[in-house]
């Protein structure tokens, strides 16, 4: 039985060495190459953000310009160095709010700022956020000197199951990925010997973008559940209290910026299976813009709604023109066109 316990000890230190030798190795040699690790950041309060100060490129579709400013808020690269807490209309949202493959000047709130130049303009979206997030993190920033007039929040279609995710709160929800975090962060090699492992396991299908049939762009669960109330992937509250959760959330909002005397907008868009669901239910008003222009009863002071713009488009050039003309190819998010008609119903909304 001694070369059992010789074993298990040698086994002991040579584990420890390892971890030891790992730690070493990646806080004094290892150099972080993937952009998109480097300027997406944790936050304990929020979950994740924008680093401040970022002046390089993003991958999406394809490599392209990201620059953030001194609040870690995504901005045009000549704004990089602004340090003003004060802004009179900020936008929040999701990956489509940021724009993700998007220059800054081609994003819908770029294409606001620069053609509002003495309008203080702030966006505050990052890819995943949902309601949950939009609250915490404006109740965050005001609660470090940070003043809006008036904030715009473009609910995403994700965003009901990015609830489902965020149900049990903020809190509970880090406290798993701060662990991940920790060891994939502090020990680069066990991570490198994970995903090896994990790569010759299981079968892993790659496709390039542009070999994404458009049919399985139009089938996405994430966007089901604007026709299917039994969606899955929506965890123990299903689709209608994960809409009862970002509901709940927007209320919460809502009243945070009423008590600090901030107007409330709200825009909503379609994804690309929301295309087929205009084509065949023309007369019925999506979900989507169901809930939230309910919501925005007395409380709104705009609410910019895309499905109708986009029902015209479908009617006059069918399903597949409308995405080629305003989707990234072989992706859900909007192209410069895409991001553009946003632009153009945020003016008309206000008017």
């Not at 920033?141 to 007039?149: P, Q």
Request: glycine share 6%.
């Amino acid at each position: 039985m001694i070369w059992i316990k010789t074993l298990v000890v040698q086994g002991l230190i040579t584990i420890s060495m390892f971890f030891s030798a790992d730690f070493f190795y990646t806080k004094f040699f290892f150099v972080e190459t993937d952009n998109e690790k480097i300027y997406r950041i944790r936050h304990n309060v929020f979950h994740h953000t924008l680093s401040s100060s970022y002046n390089g490129t993003g991958k999406w579709d394809k490599i392209y310009d990201v620059c953030t400013d001194n609040n870690g808020f995504k901005s045009s690269c000549e704004d990089s160095n602004n340090e003003s807490k004060h802004f009179d209309i900020a936008f929040i949202g999701d990956s489509f709010t940021e724009a993700v493959g998007m220059d800054y000047n081609n994003s819908f709130v770029g294409m606001f700022a620069n053609d509002f130049p003495y309008t203080t303009v702030a966006n505050l979206g990052v890819s995943s956020y949902s309601p949950t997030i939009y609250y915490s993190k404006i109740k965050w920033l005001l609660e470090h000197g940070y003043k809006f007039d008036h904030i715009y929040v473009f609910v995403d279609i994700s965003d009901i199951q990015d609830e489902s995710v965020y149900g049990a709160g903020l809190r509970k929800f880090t406290v798993v990925r701060r662990l991940r975090t920790f060891m994939r962060e502090n020990f680069r090699l066990l991570r490198t010997g994970y995903i090896f492992f994990q790569n010759i396991s299981f079968e892993k299908v790659e496709q390039a973008d542009e070999e994404v049939e458009q049919a399985d762009i139009y089938t996405i669960d994430l966007s089901a559940w604007t026709y299917d109330i039994n969606a899955k992937g929506y965890g123990d509250i299903g689709v209608s209290g994960s809409v009862d959760k970002a509901v709940l959330q927007m209320t919460a909002l809502y009243d945070l910026l009423r008590s600090n005397g901030i107007k409330l907008s709200v825009g909503v868009y379609p994804w690309p299976a929301q295309l087929h669901e205009i084509k065949h239910s023309p007369d019925r008003e999506n979900m989507q813009s169901q809930i939230w222009r309910s919501f925005c009863e007395q409380r709104c002071e705009n609410f910019v709604d895309l499905f109708p713009r986009y029902a015209e488009l479908v009617e006059t050039y069918g399903v597949d023109q409308v995405y080629s003309d305003y989707f990234i190819p072989g992706d859900v998010h909007y192209n410069v066109e895409g991001n553009r008609l946003i632009y153009e119903e945020i003016i008309k909304a206000t008017r």
